[in-house]
């Protein structure tokens, strides 16, 4: 196994990835490794015809990655939009390595982010030893996409400034970098185009400009529709994640995440399950990946500290900590769910009792 944290999805997918380009037969856009359709399934996962497994890997409608996909091979780049926890880094990490077998061409867009980080900046060494050279360039990962034709991703494109913003206009139209000291530009390359995901619950975000939002086609990205949908995305990443981490092994805790996801869910919207009940949310996200992120947390405290098994003892201390990210208000919040849910749920005893504990 490898020694490295985190591989990207080219490489922990390479299999499968390779299995598609060898049975996909259908037209490729130029500089694409795989057909639009094959990208897709790559993304929902199936069966192929020489019998390999593709593992689903986004969750949810078909047809929003149908519409992402089509976009990408179109001249408008495309943007992810959603609330936090909702897979847009995910997903656009997965359709660059499919496309361009390449997912690390990456821009983690800031309110520090300035024109050279998407630019190209200079070798200062270089550039006072010769002048302004092509040895001196220090091209930026937006720049070699284009050189190679491949996807570029800017993770958290409304956090950067509308000014540095703009300077993507000439690229996602004219494809286009000018290097005005050297008298040259760069052509972007077929194949070239750029996945933007920004979050729609950020405040101090900077609005996309009239201009550069016209170069966007827009995919929202919600949260899963059902509690079971919702349970089995939680369920799979945890295995993966966890499996990947090396975590002590522990029995499947399919009861406790019904539990967790429910209760995330019930909390996000201000009602219980059956409508029954109106509630305060908390101050925080309690999004899809919050859930993962608990499980992992519960799964880590069973395998070294608790009974081997995730229960309502290693759930609720990460759970809270979830929960209560305003330690007065949330704290309410939550107390108040306990209190008129939790406790009158027969067989939720067991969490009632761990929870009141930690909090
Ligand atoms: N519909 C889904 N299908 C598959 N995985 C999902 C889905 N929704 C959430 N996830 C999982 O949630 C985790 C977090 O997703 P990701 O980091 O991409 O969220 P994000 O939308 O980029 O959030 P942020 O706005 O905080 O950056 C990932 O492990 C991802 O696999
Ligand atoms: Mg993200």
């Given amino acids: 196994m490898s020694t490295q944290l985190r591989q990207p999805a080219e490489v922990l997918f390479a299999a499968e990835l390779k299995a ?43 047809r929003l990655i149908e519409t992402a996909v089509a976009t990408l091979v179109t001249d408008r780049a495309l943007l992810l939009l959603g609330v936090p926890g909702t897979a847009k880094s995910w997903l656009s990490e997965h359709l660059a390595a499919a496309i361009a077998g390449d997912s690390t061409r990456l821009v983690q867009c800031t309110a520090g982010t300035d024109e050279q980080q998407l630019r190209y900046s200079w070798n200062y060494a270089v550039l006072l030893a010769k002048g302004p050279s092509k040895d001196a360039l220090v091209p930026t990962p937006l720049m070699r996409g284009m050189q190679d034709g491949s996807i570029v991703r800017l993770e958290e494109l409304t956090r950067m400034g509308s000014d540095v913003q703009d300077t993507l206009i000439t690229i996602l139209s004219e494809k286009l970098l000018p290097i005005p000291e050297l008298e040259m530009a ?28 016209r170069r966007f086609n827009v995919v929202v990205l919600p949260l899963p529709a059902t509690i079971e949908e ?31 996801v429910t209760i995330f869910r019930e909390l996000r919207e201000g009602a219980t399950a059956d409508g029954a009940t109106k509630l305060k949310s908390p101050s925080g996200n309690l999004s899809t990946a919050e859930a993962i992120s608990v499980m992992l947390g519960a799964w880590s405290e069973a395998g070294y500290f608790g009974s081997g098994a995730i229960d309502a003892h290693t759930l609720s201390a990460n759970m809270v900590g979830a929960i209560v990210k305003d330690p007065m208000a949330d704290r309410v919040v939550l107390d108040e769910y306990l209190e008129t849910v939790v406790r009158k749920r027969k067989d939720w005893a067991d969490l009632y009792a761990a929870v009141r504990e930690v909090m």
């Avoid at 996909?24 to 390999?52: F, H, I, K, N």
């Avoid at 799979?236 to 406790?256: D, F, N, S, W, Y």
Wanted: charge should be neutral; charged fraction near 25%.
């Fill in 186 to 213: 760069v052509h972007a390359v077929r194949g070239f185009n750029v996945i933007a995901t920004a979050n729609t619950r950020d405040k101090g975000v900077n609005e996309l400009s009239s201009a550069l939002k």
């Fill in 230 to 260: 919702e349970a089995a995305i939680v369920t799979k990443r945890v295995g993966e994640i966890g499996t990947a981490l090396q975590l002590p092994e522990v029995p499947r805790a399919e009861a406790e995440i019904a539990r967790l």
């Fill in 20 to 62: 598609l380009v060898a049975t996909d037969d259908r037209p490729r856009p130029a500089g694409w490794a795989l057909s639009p359709q094959a990208v897709c399934d790559y993304l929902m996962g199936g069966s192929l015809a020489d019998g390999t497994e593709i593992s689903p890997k986004y969750i949810g409608n078909r």
